[in-house]
């Protein structure tokens, strides 16, 4: 009866150290897996936020020489213009548009891409079919004017060209998956739809 006793006694020790055992196990393994899904989770945010598709590259390679058509119109207004606030204005598309470029210029070189095609020194006629993009002949006849002139062709052109804009971005922004350049769409948007209105009230439109 004694032994009897004593082996049950045992026996029981030995469920329950097992049991403990089992799940001190249990709560370890599944802390592990915590962590583990924890930094998958967080890798796969990391790659997420950094990830491109074919609508970012488009929107860059398309948008640099669109803003450098801008900056190259907005240069001729520092002595061409008559109108202070077509010169004010131009300072500022400078001033946005400049930064804009070099930032575009960055994605694409960590995306591996060509950027030949997206740089300055092409025709303005190869870059023609953007939306709001001048040809050479409307830049040449702007860089002949002068004065008030000058002021109505600028604004006149630059509102064409801001309105190419802000259609560039909007696709960016409805399709592209990067989000620094779907922020920049957003940005252009706001801008450019503000400076068109802007530039219709100097022409004295409402």
């Not at 500022?92 to 070099?102: F, L, N």
């Not at 953007?130 to 004017?145: E, F, I, R």
């Not at 409805?174 to 219709?200: F, L, R, V």
């Amino acid at each position: 009866m004694r032994n009897t006793r004593t082996l049950t006694r045992r026996a029981t020790l030995t469920a329950t150290a097992l049991t403990a055992a089992l799940i001190l196990t249990a709560c370890g393994n599944g802390s592990d897996s915590a962590s583990s899904g924890d930094g998958s989770s967080s890798a796969s945010a990391d790659a997420t936020a950094g990830a491109h598709n074919a609508q970012d590259v488009s929107f860059a390679q398309g948008m640099i020489p669109h803003h450098q058509q801008a900056l190259e119109m907005a240069k001729l207004a520092t002595d061409r213009a008559s109108s202070a606030e077509v010169k004010d204005l131009a300072a500022r598309i400078e001033k946005a548009q400049d930064p804009e470029i070099q930032t575009m210029n960055g994605w694409l070189k960590s995306w591996g891409v060509d950027m030949s095609s997206s740089m300055s020194g092409m025709d303005d006629s190869a870059h023609s079919d953007m939306p709001g993009m001048m040809d050479s002949t409307h830049m040449d006849m702007l860089k002949k004017a002068s004065g008030t002139d000058f002021d109505t062709m600028f604004l006149t052109m630059m509102i064409e060209h801001h309105k190419g804009a802000v259609n560039m971005a909007t696709t960016e922004k409805n399709k592209g998956k990067y989000g620094s350049a779907t922020a920049m769409a957003d940005d252009i948007i706001t801008a450019q739809t503000g400076e068109i209105t802007e530039m219709n009230k100097l022409l004295g439109k409402n």
